[in-house]
Each structure stands twice: as C-alpha cells, then as structure tokens.
C-alpha cells in the first residue's frame, strides 16, 4: 500500500475542522454503524461493512483506533469499498474510494493528529457511558 500512498498528492486533501467520529444506528440487529464526518455534518468516510461497532469498541483505547504510518497504512476494504488512514507529521489522512481496483479516492481529507484523536475519545467515551447504562 505505501506504493499508493507515495502516488497520492496529498497537498488535494481537503482540510477537515470540526472532525467527529460519529456512531449511528443501523436498525435491527445490526446495531450501530460509525463514520467520520466534518463540523457541517457531511461524511468524509464511513465503515460500510462494520456492524455492532458500539460492542467492538467497548474494549477499545486509543491504541487500537484506525491509524497508520505511511509505510502501513490502516487498510480497509470490502468489495467496492476502499480506505486508508495514516499519519503525516501533524496530521491525519483519510483516503476512501468506491473502486479499489484503481483507487482513485474521491474522498480525500486531512485532520489534525490532536483533532482525529480527541474525537476518538470522544467516541470511546460515549461507548462506556451506554455499556454503564448513562447514555442513551
């Protein structure tokens, strides 16, 4: 994958304020789902496939949030779905495309490192107080 990252111009990435991870409910038995998205609640990416996510973070820090290096990415990908995630000096970049097999990446955002982190605790947080039954 560092051979695609090192191809990207990542000077196209667009600057994200007001990053979230945000959880939303997928009906049914399917639980929650999680995307990223922008202070103007536009989705910058989103976990298509990830179902139940509210029960796989339950035991999550912020060690185990998507986040690579240039060299290994965080690298995700279903059938016509890719992403990738990797920190670039002082920021994050999230690359996500709909046709991994000539990714193009229509959706190209770049976050601050601390703005990326803060918003997975966040997330993790909301996590634990619904397990302890104080969020709803």
Do not use: H
């Not at 999680?34 to 139940?52: C, K, P, Q, Y």
């Not at 029960?55 to 779905?81: A, H, I, M, N, Y």
């Not at 970049?93 to 976050?111: C, M, Q």
């Amino acid at each position: 994958m560092d051979d695609v990252i090192a191809d990207l111009d990542t000077s196209t990435f667009r600057p994200v304020e007001g990053f979230a991870v945000r959880l939303f409910p997928r009906g049914g038995r399917l639980g929650d789902g999680l995307r990223f998205i922008d202070g103007e609640d536009t989705v910058l990416a989103e976990f298509s496939w990830w179902d139940n996510v509210e029960v796989t973070l339950r035991g999550w820090t912020l060690d185990d949030v998507p986040l690579g290096t240039p060299r290994e990415p965080f690298f995700e990908s279903d059938q016509c779905w890719l992403l990738l995630i990797w920190r670039e000096g002082e920021d994050v970049l999230i690359a996500e495309t709909d046709d991994p097999g000539d990714p193009v990446f229509e959706r190209r955002s770049r976050v601050p490192a601390s703005a990326y982190l803060d918003a997975w605790k966040v997330a993790l947080r909301e996590v634990s107080l619904r397990v302890r039954g104080v969020w709803k």
